[in-house]
T-cell receptor, first 113, second 113 residues
Framework: DTGVSQDPRHKITKRGQNVTFRCDPI?????LYWYRQTLGQGPEFLTY????????KSRLLSDRFSAERPKGSFSTLEIQRTEQGDSAMYLC???????????FGQGTRLTVV | QQQVKQSPQSLIVQKGGISIINCAYE??????FPWYQQFPGKGPALLIA?????SEKKEGRFTISFNKSAKQFSLHIMDSQPGDSATYFC????????????FGQGTRLTINP
């Protein structure tokens, strides 16, 4: 399977704990995006990387959230001191700049209890 | 700020019928308009996309109609099948810069056999 891969698929954590998610994009794609999707809503943009550079962050991304893409390949999204409001599906997408089309992974479903 | 408005929220269509979902956008910088299909627990899958230089694009049973002056676009699913039952999201993005997607709220489509 050469699509976008996300790990884990599901994560249940206690409020106040830190969590980290991983995304492996399609190998030739240099653009990587993180989105968040709450129940019954469309995905909302969180942040964007071109290669290893984080070029844009949404105001939705509070200082408890941090994302990295250290070698321009896989990316991680960390949430510190999780809150119940962080419960959502976290989606990763990748694209190549000349194609525009974004392809999504299966997402990581986070539940904060 | 809701930049892409989608309707209806839910839609029930008989097998073999035509499903129609509508979207309207505000930002004139948008020049790429994809539709995504999402099944429960899965990430969004790109279905079909259009750019403003054409008024219609057809791929199999799926057609996008685009009205640039009205800033509206719609998805038509011909000969709707029970397997088409899913949530559909319209989206929009510019093709310059980050190319981040702005999604509509989604339409839950049910095809009755």
């Amino acid at each position: 399977d050469t699509g976008v891969s996300q790990d884990p698929r599901h994560k249940i954590t206690k409020r106040g704990q830190n969590v980290t998610f991983r995304c492996d994009p399609i190998s030739e794609h240099n653009r990587l995006y993180w989105y968040r999707q709450t129940l019954g809503q469309g995905p909302e943009f969180l942040t964007y990387f071109q290669n290893e550079a984080q070029l844009e962050k949404s105001r939705l991304l509070s200082d408890r959230f941090s994302a990295e893409r250290p070698k321009g390949s896989f990316s991680t999204l960390e949430i510190q001191r999780t809150e119940q409001g962080d419960s959502a599906m976290y989606l990763c997408a990748s694209s190549s700049p000349d194609r525009v089309r974004s392809f999504f992974g299966q997402g990581t479903r986070l539940t904060v209890v | 700020q809701q930049q892409v408005k989608q309707s209806p929220q839910s839609l029930i269509v008989q097998k073999g019928g035509i499903s129609i979902i509508n979207c309207a956008y505000e930002n004139t910088a948008f020049d790429y308009f994809p539709w995504y299909q999402q099944f429960p627990g899965k990430g969004p899958a790109l279905l079909i996309a259009i750019r403003p230089d054409v008024s219609e694009k057809k791929e199999g049973r799926f057609t996008i109609s685009f009205n640039k002056s009205a800033k509206q676009f719609s998805l038509h699913i011909m000969d709707s099948q029970p397997g088409d039952s899913a949530t559909y999201f319209c989206a929009a993005s510019p093709t310059e810069g980050a190319q981040k997607l702005v999604f509509g709220q989604g339409t839950r489509l049910t095809i009755n056999p």
